[in-house]
């Protein structure tokens, strides 16, 4: 038997997939939050066993993995006070969550569950995920500056002056 | 909405990449040696490096649960970032990887309960028995949509146009636009 908590997380990840607003908002505040490149969430009910039947696991288990750049207390300082009623949708149904505040206790939660790689990698280990966000924009401001047609040299020097500007550079 | 009906549930809405995640358990009496060799790999020089379609890559040897002591074996979570859309992506990954780092492979999930001894010879037959152990994300949130080479190619145009852009601020229009003609093969690549 499971809290309404659990079924209220089901649901919203299920609308976060299929509802477009709700899943803009989802994305627009972890987007907001700047330093996450990649996240999932993986709800792990069973354990394989080797024999073909899995283990039943009970409580379901949430797994959450989040690639990000910056240090572990920032990144928890960020989930505790800047989305605070988010952090406690989506880990409101876990046993033993103390709530997104004050931090201290949700870090310590989380350093209890938390599993330290025995290997981790990343292609592109120097970038923090707003680097990698500017230097695609500045792609794609750039294309049309080199590919447009410029009717003289001055037209070619504004536009390429407002790509500067729009690519922050 | 019809995106999100067709797309791979491991596979972002937004994006060309896939969250791949297996979860096996590892041999009684394999934990120490299993973790020993994903302890020895080293991360400056990662085997997954030779991947070019890992974004992230991550190896975990879940030892316990919270709130369940009784678990009998240790299991090995693989997590992964990787280019693709679909299972097929998926399986090329990891057949890819049978071909790239076969001694990583048998070493690491050949001792996995159920798993052939040397899976790296047979990599549609790897690739079968990771499938049968992956866990559907529920959500995946991507900062970025882009590939590896996208990412890599970005960062490096952005650095090198910074640096364009520095030296060639007092240039006269009809300059510049030499100058940028001259700079720019490889920009758009």
């Known amino acids: 038997m499971y809290s309404y908590k659990y ?9 976060r997939r299929w509802i477009k607003p709700v899943r803009a908002r989802a994305v627009g505040q972890l987007d907001k939050l700047g330093f996450i490149h990649f996240a999932r969430w993986v709800f792990i009910d069973k354990l394989p066993t080797g024999t073909g ?26 989930f505790s006070y800047v989305i605070p009623t988010t952090m406690k ?45 500017a ?28 790509f500067l500007t729009k690519a922050r550079l | 909405m019809l995106r999100a009906l067709f797309r791979d549930r491991n596979a972002a809405l937004d994006a060309d990449v896939y969250a791949l995640t297996t979860l096996t358990a590892i041999r009684p009496g394999f934990e120490a040696a299993v973790a020993a060799h994903i302890r020895s790999m080293s991360r400056a020089n990662s085997p997954f490096s030779t991947l070019p379609a890992t974004h992230f890559a991550r190896l975990v040897v879940v030892d316990r649960l919270a709130e369940m002591p009784d678990v009998r074996h240790q299991h090995l979570l693989f997590s992964a970032v990787i280019d693709g859309i679909d299972q097929r992506d998926r399986d090329d990954y990891l057949e890819s990887m049978c071909k790239a780092i076969p001694a990583e492979v048998n ?17 549609p037959g790897f690739a079968a028995w990771m499938a049968a152990h992956e866990l559907r994300a529920r959500a995946f949130y991507t900062r970025y949509g882009a590939s590896v080479a996208q990412v890599r190619h970005a960062l490096r145009v952005r650095s090198e146009v910074r640096r364009f852009a520095a030296v060639t601020k007092y240039l006269t229009p009809d300059a510049l636009r030499s100058a940028v003609a001259e700079c720019s093969a490889g920009w758009l690549e």
């Open chain 1, 7 to 15: 079924w209220r997380l089901r649901v919203l990840l299920f609308a």
């Open chain 1, 53 to 78: 039947e899995a283990k039943r696991l009970r409580p379901i288990y949430l797994y959450f993995e989040s690639n990000f750049n910056g240090g572990f207390e920032e990144y928890i300082d960020a």
């Open chain 1, 89 to 133: 949708r989506i880990f409101g149904p876990t046993v033993g969550f103390p709530g997104p505040k004050p931090a201290t206790r949700f870090k310590a939660f989380i350093r209890l569950r938390g599993y330290e790689a025995e290997h981790f990698y990343s292609a592109y280990p120097e970038a923090t995920a707003g680097e990698i966000a």
């Open chain 1, 135 to 162: 230097a695609l924009r500045t792609v794609a401001l750039l294309r049309p500056v080199l590919t447009d047609e410029h009717e003289d040299d001055h037209a070619f020097q504004r536009a390429w002056r407002r």
């Open chain 2, 107 to 123: 070493a690491i999930w050949g001792r996995g309960l159920g798993a052939p001894d040397a899976p790296a010879t047979d990599p």
